[in-house]
């Protein structure tokens, strides 16, 4: 892991300081995360999204503004995933400490 101390003194490291949160978030259940469609901002669950699975890939639509979302395409040995269509996602995740289930927002 690389770091580096810049001058107003913060830490920096490299992307591998990111694999605990990442490994967290990505082995969530991805149907249940928040989504916010960065064209008209509405958020929806995944699992409300429209799919289109006969794509080269899978490619998520906005059920309201039909803006292209999320779109995965797996190859050989790799897989991608292209989110620019989103604001942000909202994974839920285990809160150390408390029993599963739905967290107030
Ligand atoms: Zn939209």
Redesign the pocket.
Known sequence: MDSDLTLDGNLTLDGNAAAGVLAEVFVSECTTAMTR?D??G?VEMVGALKAYVQAPGTVLR?R??E?VLLRVVRGAGSCWVDVRGLTWMQFNVATPGRSSGADAV
């Open positions: 469609c064209a008209c509405a906005c309201h503004c803006s």
